[in-house]
């Protein structure tokens, strides 16, 4: 059974930095591109960033461009999400998630991802 937990998630003051983690168990994790998605109260969740399964590729979302970094750790099982430069408006539940798929591709439709976290609270204070 596929497990993703998330982890990292808190309160910071706007330009601060926090890393999330999520970590995988219950099938080959580097058969699986991983991606992160966030969801603000009133919103829909919405893609952050995406990285393929070898970790040669990865897509952000503008918003997040220069500020975040996905990795993966295959041999850890666990991709992890640095945000620096956070703004309040980063603030949401964030969600890892996984898909299994031959391709070393990195997608941004959530239609895409097979598994879901539980998500982790992320909340920037100005």
């Known amino acids: 059974q596929v497990q993703l937990v998330e982890s990292g998630g808190g309160l910071v003051q706007a330009g601060g930095s926090l890393r999330l983690s999520c970590a995988a168990s219950g099938y080959t994790f580097s058969r699986y591109i991983m991606g992160w998605f966030r969801q603000a109260p009133g919103k829909e969740r919405e893609f952050v960033a995406a990285?393929?399964?070898?970790?040669?590729?990865?897509l952000y979302v503008d918003s997040v461009k220069g500020r975040f970094t996905i990795s993966r750790d295959n041999a850890k099982n666990t991709v992890y999400l640095q945000m620096n430069s956070l703004k309040p408006e980063d603030t949401a539940v964030y969600y890892c998630?996984?898909?299994?798929?031959?391709?070393?591709?990195?997608?941004?439709?959530?239609?895409?991802?097979?598994?879901w976290g539980q998500g982790t609270q992320v909340t920037v204070s100005s």
């Open positions: 998630a996984a898909e299994l798929n031959d391709l070393d591709y990195v997608p941004m439709s959530r239609a895409a991802y097979d598994y």
């Open positions: 990285i393929s399964r070898s970790g040669g590729s990865t």
